[in-house]
């Protein structure tokens, strides 16, 4: 291609890459335009989820988004910044959105749905959202913008966890239908919850099997104090009640029991009890998947359905955090990060596209082994003289089978 450099060094990319930022709104707005077709004016469930992306770097710059926060996948604390994608119900990406690294969930959903309302003309929109992104004081944002030219704007989002506490009383007389599903009212919404028995089982058990094992500790280290008491002596330190508080306080933590297991600060000797009530209370969100939304005719059933159907863009960040390799990212520059986003989403549309026509022509390979069988063909120059012969590599039939599948001419 003319004015292609013989040799693509990294200062070409950065280049590149700064060039598609002097555009973005351009390429943005076209990509758009490539993706409405696809979408359905009366009905589209729009799915909207984060994630963190690590970052390498502690040069300070201006405007600078690699802020530390707690990371998704580490489990720390990490220099990162924030990405969300918007996608389909048919697991097609429409847009991407780009944080520091500190920002608050709940603070970046108006923007994303009033971009989603302006690239796409859509009538209604029911947006479905994990339970980090639902502050129950935003809600009347939300629903505002569904007066906005004459749209309708729904939304199915999970309750967070710290709101189960108001929920005691609704879970308590509860009566769920053979389904498995019950809804009642919160917060002014419909309140729609799903209940699985089985699953409400293994996590009561494995609690009290758990609060069992450190009351066995517990009982061991009396024993042992009891024993010191009566005059017996041990290899090793002497024990102490300080010590078995210190000991029994901390592992209580680390298990995440401080609401069942209370060791009794104020006692002479080492002492603690188990708070049944605070048990019984946990055993009423087992199994429940809480979920408000303001759709007037999903059905129960549906409702939990859609919300469902979020674990799809969750694998989406795999595939961008595996197969695409988003992580981690050494620019600096804001900018540099944004168009190394932007890039990446671009590959994870064409890997959901390339999903979409593999599915849709019954084929049942994945795109990560589409991926690779392709990648198997190469191309050959051989340069005699004046003479340039180009071949390709012999083409093997589940390979013309993908072209096919993808409507792709062959490129050979």
Known sequence: MSGMPETVTH?????????????VDHVEAELAKQIRPLVDRDLTVVFYDLTTVRIHGEAKVDDDMRAFGMNKETGGIARQFVLGVVQTAEGLPLMHTVHPGNVAETKTLQAMLAAVLQRFPIERVILVADRGLLSLDNIDALTSLAEQGGRTL?????????????????FRNMAFETDGLAEDRFAGQRLIVAHDPVRAAEQG???RARIAELEAMA???VGKLDAQDAGETTKGRGASDRGAYSRFTRAVAEADLTRFLKADLNAD?????????????????????????????LTPSE?????????????????????????????????RIRAHALICFLALLLYRV?????????????PRTALDLLERIQQHVARIGPTIKTTFTRKQPEQLDLFTALDLKTPF
């Open 11 to 23: 200062q070409h990319l950065l280049r590149a890459m700064d060039a598609l930022m002097d555009k």
């Open 269 to 297: 000797r080492f002492s603690w009890s188990v708070d049944d009530d605070a048990i019984a209370e946990a055993e009423l969100f087992d199994g429940k998947l809480a979920l408000i939304t303001n759709a007037p005719d």
């Open 303 to 335: 409702t939990v359905a859609r919300y469902k159907g979020l674990a799809d863009t969750e694998r989406g960040f795999r595939v961008l955090k595996s197969d695409i390799e988003i992580a981690p990212v050494h620019h600096r520059l804001p900018d």
């Open 154 to 170: 729904e939304f199915i989002l999970a309750v967070p966890a710290r709101r189960y506490g108001d929920l005691v009383e609704t």
């Open 354 to 366: 390339m999903r979409m026509r593999l599915k849709a022509k019954g084929h049942s390979a994945s």
């Open 205 to 207: 058990d494995r609690r």
């Open 219 to 221: 009982e061991k280290m």
